[in-house]
């Protein structure tokens, strides 16, 4: 059954929905899946995921890749960091989420939006929310992850906001020998500027980042920016 929408146009009802009835986002989750034809959210949502572009996008990550994600708010880019760390722990690989604007709470939902129950990922998924995420800390605390390790960064420009951290360059070049040395996918959610949206491109591109100070873009590896349900994936800059 196809849904009436993209997937992310109903998740922002439903957000709508439960702010206008002051209900949980997954009791709104549930009455658009209704509306829609399914049980549940879960229901709708894992027919979704049959289509989803993430388990594609994961399979072209390897060990060691800096993968730069950007959207524009509201563009799924979160959901896509949080698929391909499902996509890593279904192989049996831990998945890490660093976010210095997300909380735990707001990381379950998003789970629960795209259908997933995070506790069976319990051993595998690690939700990190500390001010004090940096190159430096990320670091020291991925000292002993293993290999094959998906970590997620929500997101790229907050890394360049304390002034006592390293500049953005200078952080990434850090994370990227890390990642290189210890065989791990960072995935670097990056916010588009808004610029973008005077422009006549159906989707972002690596022009569109927005950086509030330098940064050498060539140190990602491979790129994946999403619009309006499209995607766009491009391996080496």
């Not at 020291?140 to 960064?153: C, F, H, M, Y």
């Not at 290189?180 to 500027?193: E, N, P, W, Y």
Request: glycine share 6%; proline share 4%.
């Amino acid at each position: 059954m196809k849904t009436t929408q993209p997937i992310y146009h109903l998740k922002r009802k439903a957000k709508a929905l439960s702010r206008a009835e002051d209900i949980p986002l997954h009791q709104a989750l549930d009455r658009i899946a209704k509306d829609e034809g399914y049980g549940r959210w879960s229901l709708l949502a894992a027919k979704a995921s049959e289509t989803t572009p993430a388990g594609e996008l994961f399979a072209h990550l390897q060990p060691g890749d800096l993968l730069l994600l950007g959207a524009r708010p509201g563009h799924g880019k979160t959901l896509m960091g949080l698929q391909l760390a499902v996509e890593a722990m279904k192989t049996g690989h831990p998945g890490i989420f660093f976010s210095l604007e997300y909380t735990r709470e707001n990381v379950e939902d998003r789970f629960r939006a795209i259908g997933i129950d995070c506790t069976q990922f319990n051993h595998l998924f690690e939700f990190d929310g500390s001010d004090a995420i940096s190159a430096d800390y990320m670091t020291e605390k991925l000292a002993s992850t293993r290999r094959g390790t998906l970590v997620v960064i929500d997101y790229l420009q907050l890394l360049d906001q304390k002034r006592e951290n390293p500049e953005l360059s200078a952080q990434v070049r850090t994370l990227k020998a890390f990642a290189r040395q210890r065989g791990l996918m960072m995935v670097f959610i990056a916010q588009i500027d808004r610029s973008f949206e005077r422009t006549e491109k159906s989707l972002p591109d690596i022009t569109d980042i927005r950086l509030p100070n330098p940064l050498d873009l060539k140190l990602f590896d491979k790129t994946c920016f999403l619009n309006n349900g499209k995607m766009a994936f491009a391996a080496a800059l």
